[in-house]
Each structure stands twice: as C-alpha cells, then as structure tokens.
T-cell receptor, first 115, second 111 residues
C-alpha cells in the first residue's frame, strides 16, 4: 500500500468542465509535488510545495491551479483544459526540501483524459 | 543544470538473462542518483539510490547499480531477469532538492 494516495484514479472531462485531482500523503512529509507524465515525454515537474507554501511553478498554464491546505493534502484544480493535457498526473511527497538527500515517493497517479 | 540520459528506450531480454539498463549523468557537483520503476498503470516506485556512500548500491527485487564517476554512469543491473521485472525504469538525478528524470527505458522479458 502506497503512502501517497491519489483520487480519482481515472477522470474523463470535457474542455469546459471544472474538476479537481486530490492527493493525500500518510508519511509525515513536509514537501509535496505534482508531476505530469505524457507519452513520449520525460516526467515534467509542475509544482512544488514545502510546508504548504508553493516554492516552484514550472511554467505551468493557469488552467492548472494547485492548492495545498495542509502538509498532508494537495489538490490540482483543472478548468478549461485542452486535449493535449491528457496525461497521467502523479503526486509525490518527500520528507523535507532542506534534507541533503530528498527521496521522493510517488502515488499511483490519476489518468486524465480531456475530450 | 544536471541531467540524465538513458541509453535505449526499449530493452528486451530473455527470462533468466542479465538485465542491464544504462544511465549517464551530467552534473557539476557530486550527484545524488536514483532509479525508479513503474509497473503498468501504477506510479513510480523507488528501486535504489546513490548518496555518495558505497559506489555499489543494492536495491529491491534483486537490482543493483554501480556509480562510476570516471564514466559518469549509474547503470542498473540484475543477474537474472524475471517475468515480473517487465516495466518502465527511470533514472533520475537530484537537483536543488528536486528530481530530474531521464526519458525512461521500457524493459520487456521474453519467456
């Protein structure tokens, strides 16, 4: 059983819909991440949160809006997406961004299809 | 900026044969290096990591990797492939407390 849980595992949405992806980590970590995994592309870091504060936004379009209400939960709010946004969205966590070795633990991902 | 290059997007081996997945890194400082595995329809699972202690790192499921500074490599090996090893494998380097991933290598095991 993974220490990082993502819901839903699969989501199909229209381009005008608004939906959210949810992530919860049970590891007591201080940092959380959203990654995007598309076919034929390397894993792309989207956002990084440390102690509920966003520390990185990797040039992600504004139609993706992250929210981190506490160190255990991370959301990715989606609105007016494009078909090319269809991908596997992976949530991850790590103990502390200040740690010398920052091992990242991933959830099982949310498969998003935009129609 | 640090980066990793995985040589070969697809590797196919027979069951029981040696598995060798190649990863070369580029880093201006001593790197921290990782191998992750992704089974179908799942997230990424940590296989092993190099943190400048021993150069030969043992991981889960019988995998190991050797850090070679002179070759800037961190290749992943397993002496005898199992059907259950079929998956995608990612090499990664730590940069500013974040991970930079390679393109991935899909490993296929032939019976």
């Amino acid at each position: 059983e993974t220490g990082v849980t993502q819901t839903p595992r699969h989501l199909v949405m229209g381009m005008t819909n608004k939906k959210s992806l949810k992530c919860e980590q049970h590891l007591g970590h201080n940092a959380m991440y959203w990654y995007k995994q598309s076919a034929k592309k390397p894993l792309e870091l989207m956002f990084v949160y440390s102690l509920e504060e966003r520390v990185e936004n990797n040039s992600v379009p504004s139609r993706f809006s992250p929210e981190c209400p506490n160190s255990s939960h991370l959301f990715l709010h989606l609105h007016t997406l494009q078909p090319e946004d269809s991908a596997l969205y992976l949530c991850a966590s790590s103990q502390d961004l200040r740690a010398p070795v920052n091992t990242i633990y991933f959830g099982e991902g949310s498969w998003l299809t935009v129609v | 900026a640090q980066s990793v290059t995985q040589l070969g997007s697809h590797v196919s081996v027979s069951e029981g044969a040696l598995v060798l997945l190649r990863c070369n890194y580029s880093s201006s400082v001593p790197p921290y290096l990782f191998w992750y595995v992704q089974y179908p329809n799942q997230g990424l699972q940590l296989l092993l990591k190099y943190t400048s202690a021993a150069t030969l790192v043992k991981g889960i499921n019988g995998f190991e990797a050797e850090f070679k500074k002179s070759e800037t490599s961190f290749h992943l090996t397993k002496p005898s492939a199992h059907m259950s090893d079929a998956a995608e494998y990612f090499c990664a380097v730590s940069e500013a407390q974040k991970l930079v991933f390679g393109q991935g290598t899909r490993l296929t095991i032939n019976p």
